[in-house]
């Protein structure tokens, strides 16, 4: 349960933190809140040369309305999403699935970059930004780019980020207070989720549902999305759910259960939404 | 006023709540200084055969003094429980095969703890994998052996019936009901993982300071293994945090600490991760019961039979012996004219079993209830009316059972009715016929358990030293030490009741060998009943020492002599001399060795109230009333405290802890992210009932609390997830009951 020896550094600007990047490419590792990537440390299945400390960067710890949008720094902790005035207006499903994340000391240190960045397919924050269409914005050397959640994702803990690119913030549509849900299924309260689904309404009237655990990225559930787009009642819609997943099998579920489970969480998130 | 059965706030707790106890890693004492810290390379593979180990690259590494390996080190192989197979020894690092993952193959020893990981990745072994077997019956097959010298995977003969069970054991049964039921592997994953440190004295003796729940047998069997007397050894027991029973005795790393100690004329301490926790220390349960059940159709059980193959592990350990309780206890609570059993202890790929909360009751009362309950389910009675029938009578104690125990005192039925009033039992069934009827989503489980044990079972003596000095304070020792029960505060009320004097001024010493030689430790509920009677007893062998003095002083007849408030006083004059002036005379001290010759069974009832979602099969304990009675209270707030701890485990294993592997043997549940370990989000409030019915075996009646909650109430929330969906036709689910598990079970009976 110790970590194989490392470098550390806690650069004080993003402009000074992407230096870093680039010189150290692939060997560094970039830490915001630890809470993932500190336990692959100590089990040694995580082994990076440098760590590059960027949790205390003030400029990179923001929620605020920006056109048609909110732009939420990366190194933004769950905690300020859950208490966030701006997001409780703006959009509610954030702080409501973050609430929903381990537990207050872990909610206290993760943070919103760093859960999108880690690509867990068996994290909150990563399908709730999928439902509601959001962006990644990533900076490099080589400028900024903004890249949809939609494109981010290639598999298992992966995503588009080159290894110099940090993720800096992330970009949400304006989707109101009301009109949401997550359900999240766990055995115990701040477990990983079995199976989560996060609902959104989008600006547009359009519904959209984000899978948790159901395959190797943050899934949508498209064919439930479209038979909604149809009219379908939210039973026949939630049925479909599970349509081109591909969930894993662990300890907790088989894809067959989690298939299972798709549809009732997706039945019930659909009609707290709604509600 | 009777201090006793007053709720004394534990005197402990201030310590721990603050600044923290002092566990074996926290030690600062000088003569550790220089320590070097052990760092255990563990095999990663379930079975195999080495080929070779390489430790050059790991010896050179920074901060190392010495590495170790099998072929080093000179160390018997031990027999870890003294009936098993006498061929199935374990070396204290594997020296050609190793027989499950997290087994100790090389040792290195560094300056600091940090270096000793990096050095432990450069140890080079080369395994040759041979077939793993961690399915118990497929061990019992003998095709995969563990010990080819064995040549057999049968751990110990020892609970086999040797008279079969008669082919017309069921013939005069109105009704027979059968049903293969697994009593899971759990991990007892205290917060305080395993510790050793030693150092070696310039008189020759070796110090272990150690994380056990029994110095004494910890001293013997350490000394055994390092092929010392017991004299040269010193144990030590700092704080201790937590055992379950998996900190029974000891573990083969404590001798390998005082041997390498030895070795490279230092300190070695030793602190596992919780990784090594999860695969290195025992595990209890692990057992895969087949029971049958028969009776009348009026509710008559005539014959009950279980038949258990329990899991030792690699290496056999105490597990080996806890079938021996799982049969004695098999009847339960019930008067059952035929009972037959037998069980068979083998050999996996998988690490070694031994004692957890209840140590083979639990098991026994597991298997008696799920069977109570399907019988009941098969004659269509109402399962709390089917256990009133069938418990033994209160005239009939003492009781001998057909497994053979003695019990001593019960009310078995009237523990059940308290259970049923409390919880409202008749408004629970009206409401789950109503959410039935309604076909609601949200389907409710009554489970029912009722449930007798054994504490204070084995070992039956206990002693104490009561000594009052000369400044007014009090030190107790005891040979019982504990590891987060509150002895400090139980024994001090003890002796305050005799001596009169506050509990504030007595301090309760324990878990040094040199100080207490003989003891027998904590475990099996046995505390109270034999270390707090020893304590008792000494208290009123110093009362009348002191008056046999203070006559003296006083010119008094001991006849007319009283002690109260700390002094011994001449009834009705006023003349008084205090304990504490006649410890200054004289040394006032008192040893009392108590034998309670007898175990005595604690009993009582649980009823569960369960919320099923039957869409998602996710089960949720909503609440849980418990009737626990073990005698009379000393402490209220300890008792209730141990009946809250007890309760949690028992529902956790209903519900959510496993010990898992895959078939290749390698560790699922190797983390806390992994393995179900409960919080309190997962629990209810519990609703607690008191019942109080003395023992016989002592003069102040008391049984034992400590595993009591776990033993009710894991079969009564068992039966109440089951009795959720058995309308929809499901008539068991094996523990732990996940979602999948109930879901699974919901499909399969619609089908």
């Known amino acids: 349960m110790i970590p194989v020896g490392f470098d550390y550094e806690r650069p004080q600007t993003v402009d000074a933190a992407i230096a870093l990047l680039a010189e150290h490419g692939d060997g560094a590792t970039v830490l915001a809140g630890g809470h993932s990537l500190l336990p692959v440390m100590k089990l040694r299945l995580a082994a990076p040369e440098i760590v590059i400390d960027i949790g ?126 997550y359900e999240k299924f766990t055995r115990r309260s701040n477990d990983w989720a079995i199976v989560a689904v996060a609902v959104a309404t989008m600006p ?60 009732v969480l997706a039945k019930r998130a659909l009609k707290t939404a709604s509600a | 006023m009777s201090i006793l059965g007053t709720r004394v706030v534990r005197t402990e707790d201030p310590v721990f709540l603050t600044r923290g106890a002092t566990y074996t890693d926290d030690l600062t004492d000088e003569r550790l200084t220089g320590a070097l810290h052990l760092t255990l390379v563990r095999s990663p593979i379930a079975h195999a055969t080495i080929t070779s180990i390489d430790v050059d690259a790991a010896k050179d590494a920074p901060g190392v003094v010495a590495v170790f390996t099998g072929a080093d080190c000179d160390l018997a192989p031990m027999l870890g429980f003294p009936a098993a197979h006498k061929a199935m020894l374990r070396p204290f690092l594997a020296v050609d095969r190793v027989r499950y993952v997290g087994e100790a193959v090389a040792a290195v020893l560094t300056e600091e703890a940090y270096q000793g990981e990096d050095a432990a990745e450069l140890v080079d072994v080369d395994y040759e994998p041979l077939d793993v077997v961690v ?151 692990g057992q895969v019961q087949t029971i049958t059940i028969g009776g009348d159709r009026d509710g008559t059980v005539k014959a009950y039979s279980l038949e258990v193959v329990a899991d030792a592990g690699a290496y056999p350990r105490l597990g080996v012996a806890l079938p021996m309780f799982t049969r004695m206890m098999a ?131 206990e002693n104490a030293t009561v000594q009052v ?11 019982t030490s504990p ?14 009741e005799q001596l009169g004097i506050d509990v504030d001024k007595i301090t309760v010493k324990h878990g040094d060998t040199d100080l207490i030689p003989k003891g027998a430790g904590t475990m099996g509920s046995r505390s109270l009943q034999t270390g707090g009677i020893a304590v008792h007893h000494a208290a009123i062998d110093l009362v009348e020492l002191a008056k046999q003095r203070a006559a003296d002083v006083l010119e008094a007849n001991v006849e ?62 909503e609440r849980i009333w418990a009737v626990d009675d073990a005698g009379p209270i000393l402490n209220p707030l300890i008792f209730d405290g141990q009946r809250h701890g007890g309760i949690a485990q028992g529902i956790a294993q209903a519900m959510l802890e496993e010990v898992m592997w895959d078939e290749e043997g390698q560790p699922l549940t190797g983390t806390f992210a992994d393995y179900g370990i409960p919080s309190a989000a997962e629990l209810p409030s519990f609703d607690l009932v008191t019942m109080e019915t003395p023992t016989t075996i002592n003069t102040l009646g008391y049984k034992g609390i400590g595993e009591a909650g776990t033993i009710g109430s894991c079969p009564a929330v068992h039966n109440a997830v089951i009795d959720a969906v058995s309308h929809l036709g499901v008539e068991h689910i094996d523990m732990p009951l996940t979602p999948m598990r109930v879901w699974a079970a919901i499909s399969e009976a619609a089908k």
């Open chain 1, 56 to 181: 205390r960067l003030a400029e990179l710890n923001y929620i605020r309305v920006d056109g048609d949008e909110v732009a939420i720094g990366a190194a933004t902790r769950y905690r300020d999403l859950v208490i966030s005035d701006v997001l409780a207006a703006e959009c509610a499903l954030l702080p409501a699935v973050a609430r929903t994340v381990g537990d207050p000391q872990v909610r206290h240190r993760g943070t919103l970059g760093g859960a999108i960045a880690h690509a867990d397919p068996a994290g909150d924050l990563p399908a709730a930004v999928l439902a509601l269409d959001g962006t990644v914005v990533l900076r490099s050397p080589r400028g900024e780019r903004k890249v949809p959640i939609t494109e981010f994702y290639t598999g298992v803990f992966s995503s588009v980020k080159e290894p110099d690119e940090l993720v800096v913030e992330i970009r949400v549509p304006r989707t109101g207070a009301t009109g949401w849900a």
């Open chain 2, 483 to 496: 590891h987060g029960q509150g002895h400090a505060t139980a024994w001090a009320m003890l002796a305050s």
């Open chain 2, 331 to 461: 009847p339960g609570t019930y008067d059952i004219p035929k009972v037959w059993s037998t069980a068979s202890v083998v050999a996996t790929n998988t690490t070694s079993t031994a004692a957890y909360r209840g140590a083979g009751r639990p098991e026994a009362t597991q298997a008696i209830e799920r069977a109570m309950d399907l019988f009941a389910d098969a004659i269509d009675m109402d399962p709390a009316e089917l256990r009133k029938r069938n418990v033994v009578r209160p005239e009939k104690f003492p009781f001998t059972t057909k497994g053979g125990a003695e019990y001593d005192t019960g009310e078995y039925a009237k523990a059940i009715d308290l259970a049923l009033k409390a919880a409202d039992y008749d408004g629970l069934r009206a409401e789950q016929k109503r959410r039935r009827e309604a076909g609601d989503p949200l389907q409710l489980g009554i489970g029912v358990s009722s449930y007798v044990e054994i504490t204070g079972g084995g070992a039956f003596v």
């Open chain 2, 135 to 285: 399915d118990m019956k497929e061990a019992l097959k003998d095709e995969v052996l563990l010990f080819p010298e064995a040549g057999t995977n049968l751990v110990s003969g020892m609970h086999l019936n040797k008279e079969g069970r008669p082919e017309d054991f069921f013939a005069d049964c109105e009704v027979v009901v059968s049903k293969e039921i697994v009593n899971q592997r759990v991990a007892a994953a205290p917060l305080e993982t395993r510790a050793a440190t030693a150092f070696w004295g310039e008189d020759g003796r070796c110090t272990l300071f150690l994380s056990t729940q029994n110095a004494q047998a910890a001293r013997d069997e350490v000394a055994g293994w390092m092929g010392i007397e017991p004299s040269q050894l010193h144990v030590i027991l700092p704080d201790v945090g937590g055992g379950f029973g998996a900190k029974i005795g000891a573990d083969p790393e404590f001798a390998l600490v005082g041997w390498l100690s030895k070795k490279v004329g230092r300190p070695v301490r030793w602190n596992e991760s919780r990784s090594e926790n999860m695969t290195g220390m025992v595990q209890g349960r």
């Open chain 1, 204 to 263: 547009d009237g359009a519904t959209h549902l984000g899978l948790v655990n159901m395959g190797g990225t943050p899934l949508r559930a498209s064919a439930t999305e479209a038979a909604l787009a149809e009219g379908k009642s939210i039973e026949e819609a939630a049925a479909l759910a599970a349509e081109g997943t591909e969930p894993p099998t662990d300890s907790h579920g088989t894809p067959e259960y989690r298939n299972h489970l798709v549809t």
């Open chain 2, 469 to 479: 000095h000369e400044d007014g304070t009090v030190t107790v020792l005891t040979g």
């Open chain 2, 560 to 621: 007319d002599l009283v002690v109260a408030d700390g002094s011994v006083q001449v009834k009705g004059t006023g003349a008084a001399v205090s304990l504490a002036e006649l410890a200054g005379r004289e040394e006032l001290k008192a040893f009392h060795e108590w034998d309670a010759k007898k175990p005595t069974f604690p009993f009582g009832a649980h009823v569960a109230l369960v919320e099923v979602d039957v869409e998602s099969g996710k089960a949720t304990v």
